[in-house]
């Protein structure tokens, strides 16, 4: 199955459980998460109780694709890790449009 998560919230307990999730996804399956909005501000959200970098690294680390919005970033005056890959509407179209499942946080 091919799931889409996207994460507009800069919520530590909401982005650590959106990439939780996408942590818990089964061998074979394909999930991206496309990062926008408030989403994109993820690199400030770790806390004692919700180690969102840590979920991010974990995912990544395991082969997950992690797209983030380019416009946000403008706008938030944010730069991208190199880790994640710049995007547009046009890959969250295409991640809908690809996806079984699409998963909102």
């Not at 799931?3 to 800069?10: A, P, R």
């Not at 979920?55 to 395991?62: H, T």
């Not at 946000?72 to 944010?78: K, T």
Request: with cysteine; charged share 30%.
């Amino acid at each position: 199955m091919k799931s889409g998560i996207v994460v507009h919230s800069n919520d530590p307990e909401t982005v650590w459980n959106a990439f939780r999730f996408a942590n818990a996804t089964p061998a074979g399956d394909e999930v991206k998460v496309f990062l926008i909005g408030k989403g994109i501000e993820w690199e400030s959200l770790d806390t004692d109780t919700f180690k969102v970098t840590e979920q991010i690294e974990r995912f990544v680390d395991a082969g997950g694709k992690v797209l983030i919005c380019s416009r946000s970033l403008e706008i938030h005056q944010l730069k991208a890790p190199e880790k994640f890959t710049l995007a547009t509407l046009k890959e969250l179209y295409d991640i809908v449009k690809e996806s079984d499942k699409i998963i909102t946080f």
